[in-house]
Structures are given as structure tokens and as C-alpha cells.
């Protein structure tokens, strides 16, 4: 049974830092795609950032500059890296495992939440 699993998260201050881990267990097939969402009330849930199992990258605009996704594969992890936090950056943090012949995976979300 697919397990992902989300730490990190919490309070900080703007222009802040914080380090989202996401890890995946319980299957022996090769993880696809791994990416970071993020949903606030009444908004749909918007994607982050995403990274293929060849490392290749995708950061949405609002993250461009500040958020680096990156994963290690031998530990089936994916982190988001945040770095210059705003309070628009508040939110509950979604991580999405692919694995390309099951379908995908959700871990549970995680808040960040960024003080002005």
C-alpha cells in the first residue's frame, strides 16, 4: 500500500525559509513525476512545482526566483525549498507522487503559514 508522507511547514516570518519534505513507500514500481500544490480557501488547488524522474523542472511563475523543487530518488523523497516567503505564499501544501503504472498519490496537505 502507497504511503506519501509531507513534513515541513509551519510559521514564519516574510522573507523567511522553510524546507517541505515528501516521501513515498510502500511500492516496489518507479516513481514518476513529483510535484508541490498548494490550495487556499475557495480556491482551486494550484500547482507549485513539479520534477520528473530525470530531474527536469517546472516552477510556476509565483514560484520563479524563490522555490527550488528537487528530490532525491534513491529515498523516493521530493523537498520544495522556499526561500523569501510572503504572506501570499500561505497555504495548505499538497504533495502528488506519480507512478506511472498505478496512477497518483496524495500525501496529506501541511500549512505554511507567512506573517507580514
Known amino acids: 500500500q502507497v504511503q506519501v508522507v509531507v513534513s515541513g511547514g509551519g510559521l514564519v516570518q516574510a522573507g523567511g525559509s522553510l524546507r517541505l519534505s515528501c516521501a513515498a513507500s510502500?511500492?516496489?514500481?518507479?516513481?514518476?513525476?513529483m510535484a508541490w500544490y498548494r490550495q487556499t480557501p475557495g480556491k482551486q488547488r494550484e500547482l507549485v512545482a513539479s520534477?520528473?524522474?530525470?530531474?527536469?523542472?517546472f516552477h510556476a511563475d509565483s514560484a520563479k526566483g524563490r522555490f527550488i523543487i528537487s528530490r532525491d530518488n534513491a529515498k523516493n523523497t521530493v523537498y520544495l525549498h522556499m526561500n523569501g516567503l510572503k504572506p501570499e505564499d500561505t497555504a495548505v501544501y499538497y504533495c502528488?507522487?506519480?507512478?506511472?503504472?498505478?496512477?497518483?498519490?496524495w500525501g496529506q496537505g501541511t500549512q505554511v503559514t507567512v506573517s507580514s
Open positions: 502528488s507522487v506519480t507512478y506511472p503504472t498505478r496512477g497518483d498519490y
Open positions: 510502500g511500492s516496489i514500481f518507479s516513481i514518476g513525476a
Open positions: 520534477i520528473t524522474s530525470g530531474g527536469s523542472t
